[in-house]
């Protein structure tokens, strides 16, 4: 009986042990994959720091007021240091719109993004666009330190001097065609860095409005048109008088004509 007993609990230890390596085993594989998952994270993350990225958003919300919607974004722009680059406000029968683009560093673009969604009743469009150019980047920096370093040499030769004078002026010739190609790609390279520093944001912000019918043509007043007259003849009082004092000369001598006229013809009356 006792070794029975024995028995039976040598048995139930040995299923015990079992089972603690089994769940020692399974919690040991979770733990690795999820840091297998982690470390991919952490790559594919640090792989999109190192990218040249441009990017753009599209913002379009319905709005109480287009004005003071207008003012709040001005106010939000200077929360991150962003600039309004462009604004179109447009009027219709059934709307009135207003069109804003923003410029933003591009760390703090998806918050001022998040922030514009935020101003209006009801989001009617939402779109991000980014644009990779990270190969176009790095070809035109390749291409501005081969050029510097070809016209270094061609100055080393101009300062040495030990050639023809005709050698001499191809170097002076070749230089001033290398520095205008390196003028080029470094316009080039800060429109890249100005596109990938700064984000571009287009908003648009509406309020709809009761329909109403657009003037086809604007008629003045009769006020108006009183006072334009008087304007009117005033402006050609002024100008004859300018004009009079303009030819004072003919006037002169076209009166001491007509008086001298009149003379001559007295003149000759009394001795018939």
């Known amino acids: 009986m006792k070794i029975a007993l024995m028995f039976c609990?040598?048995?139930?230890?040995?299923?015990c042990g079992g089972g603690e390596s089994s769940e020692v085993a399974a919690d040991t594989t979770y733990e690795t994959s999820t840091a297998k998952i982690t470390?991919?994270?952490?790559?594919?993350?640090?792989?999109?720091?190192?990218?040249?990225?441009?990017?753009?958003?599209?913002?379009?919300?319905?709005?109480?007021?287009?004005?003071?919607?207008?003012?709040?974004?001005n106010e939000i722009c200077k929360k991150y240091n962003a600039f309004v680059s462009k604004?179109?406000?447009?009027?219709?029968?059934y709307e009135i719109s207003n069109s804003i683009t923003i410029r933003v560093d591009s760390q703090h673009f998806t918050s001022l993004m998040e922030d514009l969604k935020g101003q209006g009743d009801f989001v009617k469009n939402v779109s991000i666009s980014s644009n990779?150019?990270?190969?176009?980047?790095?070809?035109?920096?390749?291409?501005?330190k081969t050029k510097k370093e070809v016209r270094e040499r061609?100055?080393?030769?101009l300062k040495n001097r030990t050639g023809k004078i005709s050698e001499v002026l191809e170097a002076e010739e070749a230089?001033?065609?290398?520095?205008?190609?390196?003028?080029?790609?470094?316009?080039?390279?800060?429109?890249?860095?100005?596109?990938?520093?700064?984000?571009?944001?287009?908003?648009?912000?509406?309020?709809?409005?009761?329909?109403r019918e657009e003037p086809d043509s604007y008629e003045k007043s009769f006020g108006s048109k009183v006072v334009q007259a008087l304007e009117n003849g005033w402006s050609i009082v002024t100008t004859m008088v300018l004009v009079l004092f303009n030819i004072w000369p003919l006037v002169l001598v076209g009166g001491i004509l007509v008086w001298r006229w009149k003379w001559l013809r007295i003149k000759f009356s009394r001795r018939k």
């Open 175 to 211: 230089i001033r065609k290398i520095t205008e190609e390196i003028e080029a790609k470094e316009g080039q390279l800060r429109y890249l860095e100005d596109k990938i520093k700064f984000s571009t944001i287009h908003l648009r912000i509406y309020e709809k409005v009761n329909f």
């Open 39 to 73: 470390d991919f994270q952490d790559s594919e993350t640090q792989q999109i720091s190192n990218r040249k990225m441009i990017w753009t958003g599209n913002v379009e919300v319905k709005v109480k007021s287009v004005d003071e919607t207008t003012e709040k974004v």
């Open 132 to 144: 990779d150019v990270t190969e176009q980047y790095i070809d035109v920096t390749s291409r501005l």
């Open 87 to 93: 604004m179109n406000l447009n009027n219709t029968s």
């Open 154 to 157: 061609y100055i080393e030769i």
């Open 9 to 15: 609990l040598l048995v139930m230890l040995s299923t």
